[in-house]
Structure formats: structure tokens, C-alpha cells
């Protein structure tokens, strides 16, 4: 299996992230605006629409407030395994990190994984950033 790892350091209080990361329903308007473009939540289960075309349906594991944790699965036909946990560490008072790790088969998938990963990092560190500071600012 192919395990595929992004540390996440934000310009972001980690509260502030872990509230817009535990929003499960909302990460095409508040975590990961623009990578995702629309996100249907039906009980624990989101429909997840990419700006690539990409549509995936993931199921919520686990959402650990103390921990500030999230895990979730995708299931499809591309996929055999998929299941992810993502979550968020204070680095002081206006900064944080954000671990997400991905375990994928088959392992042929997991190029393209990696690279989605690292577009989904880079529009949550603009979009929370952006969302600490305005907020900060009003």
C-alpha cells in the first residue's frame, strides 16, 4: 500500500483551521476553496466535486475535537483502499501544522494522488491564512 504524507505548515491559529478542516460538508467554501468546487453532504457521507472534473465520494471515520483529527474513506472503482486522516497541530498562537496522510491502492493511482494532495495543500494554507487574517481584520 502506498502511503502518501504532507505536513501542512499555516498561517493560522490551529483552531481556526481545525474549524473550517472539521466542517465536513463545507470544503469548497471554507478549506479548500477553488481545488473543490462544490460538496454535497448526505449524513456522513460528502460527494466531493474537484476543479479537475474529478468527483469522489468519501465517508467520515472519525471527527476527534480533542485531538483535532479528521478520517475519512473514498470509495470508488479506481480505488481498492483509500482512507486518510488529516489533522492539526498548534505551533503557537497564529500558526499551525496540518499532517494529512493518505493510504492508497493500488499503488499505481498513487502518483496522481500525491499530486492532488499537493494541490489541496496548497489551497488550504492560501484559503485559511486568508480566512485568519480577514477575520483578525474585521
Known sequence: MAS???????DAPADHVWDALRDFGALHTRLVPGFVTNTQLVGDVRTVSFANGTVARETLVD?????QRLVY??????????SASVQVFAEGDARCRVVWIADVLPHEIAPYMDAQMDLGAAAMRAAQAKSARDKNAA
Open 63 to 67: 471527527c476527534d475535537d480533542k485531538r
Open 73 to 82: 474513506a473514498i470509495t470508488s472503482e479506481r480505488l481498492k483502499q483509500h
Open 4 to 10: 502518501i504524507h504532507k505536513d501542512i505548515p499555516i
